[in-house]
């Protein structure tokens, strides 16, 4: 063997091997990109554990879960039931990724009593479950536009409710009909670091504002998103996808994005997955 014969092999062997420790490095190095998942109410099982596995026949990261109503007593609050989802995603490994408090829109925090320890209720099953994040809705009778009375209530009540949340590590995020600046209005009078905005991006298209501009501006006050489109499947309706992906960015917006509503007359699993699947092109898992 000549000397140069094996000053080549040694040389091939420094490249594979050098390739190859590049390579991993690069996966390493592969930022954490975007979960998504889907509301169980989009997926047709509201409070149910079963939503797990169908999500994970769709294809999803996870599933943003319900509390449940009052007619069946708000079922997530037993821990016998959040055992239940933790064994269902342990199956499944689709995961639980946040909760939300539906009821709310019926029966409001800004008028009822009973609102606010059910929002109580909500941090402590969220402390159960390892959840960090809580949605707490403002539509329907619960809506606080142009309502200074109910603003002011749902202003106290969140000061009462943010040491709590503070403690136990979780986000009340505040999902409604108002634009950017009276979200940050209502944050900055409870002045605490667990009341964030859910930032739903069709609502916002819905109601006329830029959502771009508005994400930009809210910046890490949000604390997690609804996918939506009320005009037509993802890529095909009025959602500017891409743009809020480039917002996203700029924000340094990192984590759970939510599917939420479907389109008809396709299926509950047809429409979801369609609007997955395009999705996935935008926001991927690791950038």
């Not at 606010?116 to 959840?131: I, R, S, Y």
């Not at 891409?242 to 599917?259: E, F, T």
């Amino acid at each position: 063997m000549k000397p140069q014969d094996l000053t080549r092999r040694e040389m091939l062997s420094t490249l594979t091997v050098g390739a190859f420790a590049l390579g991993v490095a690069q996966i390493k190095a592969a930022a954490p990109g975007f979960k998504i998942g889907a509301c169980d109410w989009t997926i047709g099982k509201h409070a149910d554990p079963a939503a797990l596995e169908v999500a994970k026949k769709i294809g999803l990261d996870g599933v943003m879960i319900d509390i449940g109503s009052l007619k069946n007593d708000l079922p997530l609050r037993r821990p016998e039931v959040q055992k239940s989802y933790r064994r269902a995603s342990k199956q499944t490994g689709v995961a639980v990724a946040s909760l939300a408090l539906g009821l709310l829109n019926d029966i409001p925090l800004k008028s009822d009593p009973r609102a606010e320890q059910w929002v109580a209720d909500g941090v402590e099953v969220c402390k159960a479950m390892h959840l960090k994040v809580m949605l707490v809705p403002f539509f329907g009778n619960g809506d606080v536009r142009g309502d200074k009375a109910g603003t002011d209530a749902v202003v106290a009540a969140f000061k009462r409710l943010a040491p709590q949340a503070e403690k136990a590590g979780v986000i009340l995020g505040v999902e409604s009909w108002l634009n950017a600046d009276q979200h940050v209005e209502i944050l900055q009078r409870v002045d605490s670091p667990a009341v964030r905005v859910y930032y739903d991006m069709g609502n916002s298209q819905k109601m006329g504002y830029d959502i771009c501009q508005e994400i930009r501006f809210l910046g890490k006050r949000i604390c997690e998103f609804h996918a939506k489109d009320y005009d037509d499947l993802y890529g095909k309706g009025t959602t500017n996808f891409p743009a809020v992906r480039k917002a996203m960015d700029d924000i340094g917006y990192r984590g759970w994005i939510q599917i939420e509503g479907v389109k008809l007359p396709l299926g509950v699993e047809e429409s979801v997955r369609y609007d997955l699947n395009y999705l996935r092109g935008i926001f991927p898992r690791t950038v």
